[in-house]
């Protein structure tokens, strides 16, 4: 057997516990945790099969269901982040021999085709300006040039602040044979997204964004649409972790043993769940909407710009373009060291061209919204842009509601 | 936009905060989780790219390193549960065209093959007796049978209790040209591993094991011979969300984006490692070892026989013999109900046969130990099976330590 000394007394002093800033977020993700929700990681690990355990994930799943606003029988959590969610959701849907068109217009949207790229599906690809949505003409020419099993878009696209419309989409999906597979990572419980209605077949999202859990879970849903195309398949999941079909023993009846569910998460998912059925759906998106409109408002009264056209904006992330002559990521560092704010910076081909302002969960009260508004004006200051302050314009927007 | 109306007021009610019992936990995992672990979570939530946290990122590889015992530079948590090391580690190693030795001896040797089975490399198997380790001259025949690209085992198999000694199985697998990948789920931290010392090439493990966090994190390291193997894969890894390429570009010091850490689950993770570096990983191994020469003392007087010669035995789980008359799943539904504790049954061919007892981490204290072979002693007298308590047993074992 390995043999080796004890640690001597400083070494085992070496670590300290970690200690974490007061920070608020403003990235689209993670977005603040309710207290409530964290405390509730503090309840006692209990087994995987324990009876207690298995009432909770019902719940969860009860929960999840009115969220995603779907009926469907198979939504539950995948064990894993965001990302996890898109493989388990691309891996399930597709396999050799199948087109699937893929419609990227950000880096969310390029990564549902890196992953497509690893799999033996064929992708056929609809790209979109950054900034911009897809267009319905381009995704349906692409629907026709090909056999399609699948069509795979993202709903409101992280880096770029767009969303794109989903009605009208299933229809056109479901008339060439093709699942529809809806990437609301970002979306969820903060804008509508109604699986049911829209005629979803396979949407995930994260626990990390609206739903205002920490990082860790991926909600996923499938239609008997996309069940029967699991039943189908030739060939098995090229993933044994995110196949749904051992995955929903655990979840669904049987209880079988699959893999260890992350118990304390879903504790959290639970409790953040629990708090957004307490809010309600309609009166939580009425919430972003309120903030987005208070935040552009703001933003305008500073003279600063949005990067995407009014009719296009998603509401729970908001692509903000760098005023000129101003140093972009020197005024992220002041918000987060001095204000102890976080804002995301651009990605890809927008590096150091915008700011990414998730108003997501928690972060979409007023209150914090002003504190962002104030705080940034007080920097944009002492970087030299002289501006207005936006916290009037803001106000007005809540007070006329 | 989709529109509904609120929920009534009893549907908003409809969901409670979750209420759990105070279960004290001897499955093989999950383990108890000390309460300064749980406080961890606790913590604001911090961004994935927060300075902050990417000096805690730094702390949890230098703690693994310490853990895993290697200098290896690839050493992070896989955003999953031991399922998914288990996937990163075959999905990494191999590609179409190559062999692949995988030895299954129970439940997750199986999930190796099983997992392999999802990937275009051929599994060559050795597969072992439930209850008992691989003989090593299979191991060298199957590898000199084909041309191997990895050697794949099992440590210490959850499902059977059995150890698999890990001394020599590297010089064989170089001597043939093939990584050796070693799954030490249960193990690490629990009892010794050595990856330096015994030169494995990828080590994966769970947070929820001996380690003491919750579920939800898969600790794992790369040799340098591992790393250049991936540098010279044919094909991308078929997972892009378990691929360590991408992944080690976050966790290394480019501190790319790639997907979004589960934030409270590292911090959970930190707080663990440190414990551990605390009471110094001799200290700990001893721990457990002592608890379970007490455990099997303990049954023994109980006239109960474990299923694994005393030569095989893992220290941190437990295959114990359901005494002859006894019904194992009531005696753990009443361990349950009437004394919160929990312990595992079998799993496949060994259901209804076996109790499964973990001595992982906080449950591998004395007394805890006594508490469970006291409720044993109690609740097999209520089932009518007569025999003598095990305590004097195990506190002899105790005392002459």
């Given at each position: 057997?390995?043999?080796?000394?004890s640690?001597p007394a400083?070494?085992?002093?070496?670590?300290?516990p970690?200690?974490?800033?007061p920070?608020?977020?403003?990235?689209?993700?993670?977005?603040?945790?309710?207290?409530s929700?964290?405390?509730?990681?503090?309840?006692?690990?209990l087994?995987?099969?324990d009876?207690v355990f298995l009432h909770?994930m019902d719940e969860?799943?009860?929960?999840l269901?009115?969220?995603?606003?779907?009926?469907?029988?198979?939504?539950?959590?995948?064990?894993?982040?965001?990302?996890a969610?898109?493989?388990?959701?691309?891996f399930?849907?597709v396999?050799a021999?199948d087109d699937?068109?893929?419609?990227p217009?950000?880096?969310f949207g390029?990564?549902l085709?890196?992953?497509?790229?690893?799999?033996p599906?064929h992708?056929?690809?609809v790209?979109g300006e950054?900034?911009?949505p897809i267009?319905?003409?381009?995704?349906?020419?692409?629907?026709?040039?090909?056999?399609?099993?699948?069509?795979?878009?993202?709903?409101?696209?992280?880096?770029?602040g767009?969303?794109?419309?989903?009605?009208g989409?299933?229809?056109?999906?479901?008339?060439?044979?093709a699942?529809?597979?809806?990437?609301?990572v970002?979306?969820?419980?903060?804008?509508?997204?109604?699986?049911?209605?829209?005629?979803?077949d396979?949407?995930?999202?994260?626990?990390?964004k609206?739903?205002?859990?920490?990082?860790?879970l991926?909600p996923?849903t499938?239609s008997e649409?996309?069940?029967?195309?699991?039943r189908t398949r030739?060939?098995?999941?090229?993933?044994?972790?995110?196949d749904?079909?051992?995955?929903?023993?655990?979840?669904?009846?049987?209880?079988t043993?699959?893999h260890?569910?992350?118990?304390?998460?879903?504790?959290?998912?639970?409790e953040a769940?629990r708090?957004?059925?307490?809010?309600?759906l309609?009166?939580?998106w009425?919430r972003h909407?309120?903030?987005?409109?208070?935040?552009?408002?703001?933003?305008?009264?500073?003279n600063?710009?949005?990067?995407v056209?009014?009719?296009?904006?998603?509401?729970?992330?908001?692509?903000?373009?760098?005023?000129?002559g101003?140093?972009g990521?020197?005024?992220?560092?002041r918000?987060?060291?001095e204000?102890n704010?976080?804002?995301?910076?651009?990605?890809g081909?927008?590096?150091g061209?915008?700011w990414?302002?998730?108003?997501m969960?928690?972060?979409?009260?007023?209150?914090?919204l002003?504190?962002?508004?104030?705080?940034?004006?007080?920097?944009?200051?002492?970087e030299?842009?002289a501006?207005?302050?936006?916290?009037?314009a803001?106000?007005?927007?809540?007070?006329?509601?």
């Amino acid at each position: 057997m390995t043999s080796k000394p004890s640690p001597p007394a400083q070494e085992k002093k070496r670590f300290q516990p970690f200690q974490v800033p007061p920070r608020l977020l403003f990235s689209p993700g993670p977005t603040p945790v309710p207290p409530s929700v964290l405390q509730a990681m503090t309840k006692t690990v209990l087994g995987h099969l324990d009876p207690v355990f298995l009432h909770c994930m019902d719940e969860i799943k009860a929960m999840l269901q009115i969220v995603f606003e779907t009926a469907n029988r198979v939504t539950f959590p995948v064990s894993g982040t965001g990302s996890a969610g898109m493989e388990a959701a691309v891996f399930n849907a597709v396999e050799a021999g199948d087109d699937i068109v893929v419609c990227p217009m950000g880096v969310f949207g390029e990564r549902l085709l890196a992953i497509i790229e690893r799999t033996p599906a064929h992708p056929v690809i609809v790209r979109g300006e950054w900034g911009e949505p897809i267009e319905v003409s381009k995704i349906e020419a692409a629907l026709q040039s090909c056999r399609p099993r699948a069509l795979a878009l993202v709903h409101a696209e992280t880096s770029t602040g767009v969303a794109q419309r989903l009605e009208g989409l299933a229809e056109l999906a479901h008339k060439y044979d093709a699942l529809l597979i809806v990437d609301t990572v970002a979306s969820l419980s903060g804008q509508p997204v109604g699986v049911d209605e829209n005629q979803i077949d396979i949407c995930y999202s994260g626990s990390q964004k609206c739903i205002g859990a920490p990082p860790g879970l991926a909600p996923i849903t499938f239609s008997e649409r996309a069940l029967e195309r699991l039943r189908t398949r030739r060939t098995p999941v090229q993933s044994w972790y995110f196949d749904v079909t051992g995955i929903e023993k655990y979840w669904g009846q049987e209880r079988t043993y699959h893999h260890t569910a992350p118990i304390s998460m879903n504790y959290a998912l639970h409790e953040a769940l629990r708090l957004i059925c307490e809010e309600g759906l309609e009166g939580r998106w009425a919430r972003h909407e309120l903030a987005h409109r208070a935040l552009v408002a703001g933003l305008e009264a500073m003279n600063i710009q949005m990067l995407v056209t009014p009719e296009h904006r998603a509401v729970v992330v908001n692509a903000v373009c760098v005023p000129e002559g101003v140093d972009g990521a020197r005024v992220r560092a002041r918000l987060l060291e001095e204000h102890n704010l976080e804002v995301a910076g651009g990605l890809g081909q927008l590096r150091g061209k915008i700011w990414r302002v998730g108003l997501m969960g928690e972060s979409s009260r007023r209150e914090h919204l002003l504190r962002l508004l104030d705080a940034l004006h007080q920097v944009l200051q002492a970087e030299g842009y002289a501006c207005d302050s936006g916290l009037a314009a803001a106000e007005q927007v809540y007070a006329a509601s």
